[in-house]
């Protein structure tokens, strides 16, 4: 149920369509996802849908337009659930609520650890946890989920840091491990943590997780805000990472707040 007030609504929807902080990879296909995701779909509460159009010449400027606009919708205090686009702009909606709730914890639920280094001072979808650590986060307060993959620069990083990190067979020690106490919790959800039989349509297909696994794993984190990112419709095969994505959002709605 869609409505146009926001003091109405229970949820707040962001639609972050974007491709790129996609810099490395030629597998986009992003920057339709939240309107392919949201197509024929139904809320079951009261949702405010917004909506941040990107910035096709500029990353820096898209997660601007981001942060602000998060920002305004903060001041409204209901549940905030943002549909991506590319990894790169969970930065900025995580940037602006950690400013307004300094304790929160990060859950991030991938299969890749988003902790490269930065090519040409850009923020992209594969370097946004290492920004978030330089930025406010501290070590204790990001738990990396569903994780396949590491790359050599990421290895580096992890010798002088000592992160919350579980592989996708570690699921039973994450879920009792978490605890979040009275704290706000985000959790960000990339589609690639799914294995590639559900959603092949993704950049880096890497998942080993099954729907059911990331269904508990959300419902353990039990998340205050949330989104969903790399989702990749041209790349979706027969329609099953939009059907996988939409069990998903279905199961964030149902555990936000």
């Not at 989920?145 to 699921?171: A, M, Q």
């Not at 092949?200 to 269904?215: A, H, S």
Request: charge should be negative.
């Amino acid at each position: 149920m869609e409505t146009s007030s926001p003091e109405d609504a229970d949820l707040i929807v962001q639609k972050l369509p974007c491709d790129n902080g996609i810099h490395r990879n030629p597998r986009k296909g992003t920057l339709d996802a939240p309107e392919k995701i949201l197509e024929d779909y139904e809320f079951e509460r009261s949702v405010l849908v917004d909506e941040v159009f990107p910035d096709e010449f500029s990353l820096e400027n898209t997660q601007r337009r981001i942060e602000d606009n998060t920002e305004e919708l903060i001041e409204y205090g209901k549940p905030l659930l943002s549909i991506g686009g590319d990894h790169s702009v969970s930065y900025p909606v995580i940037r602006a609520l950690k400013r307004e709730y300094p304790d929160m914890q990060l859950v991030w639920l991938d299969s890749h650890l988003d902790l490269k280094e930065k090519v040409d001072n850009h923020v992209s979808h594969d370097v946004v946890v290492r920004e978030l650590l330089a930025r406010g986060f501290s070590e204790d307060e990001i738990w990396f989920v569903g994780i396949t993959r590491i790359d050599d620069d990421e290895e580096e990083f992890l010798e002088k840091h000592d992160l919350n990190i579980y592989r996708s067979s570690e699921i039973e020690e994450f879920k009792r491990e978490f605890k979040p106490g009275e704290q706000t919790v985000y959790l960000s959800v990339d589609i690639d943590a799914l294995e590639e039989e559900l959603a092949p349509g993704t950049g880096y297909p890497d998942g080993e997780l099954g729907l059911e696994t990331v269904e508990k794993v959300i419902d353990i984190v039990n998340p205050t805000h949330a989104d969903l990112v790399e989702v990749a419709p041209s790349l979706d095969e027969n329609g099953k990472t939009i059907d996988s994505a939409r069990d998903v959002l279905s199961q964030i709605e149902d555990s936000l707040g």
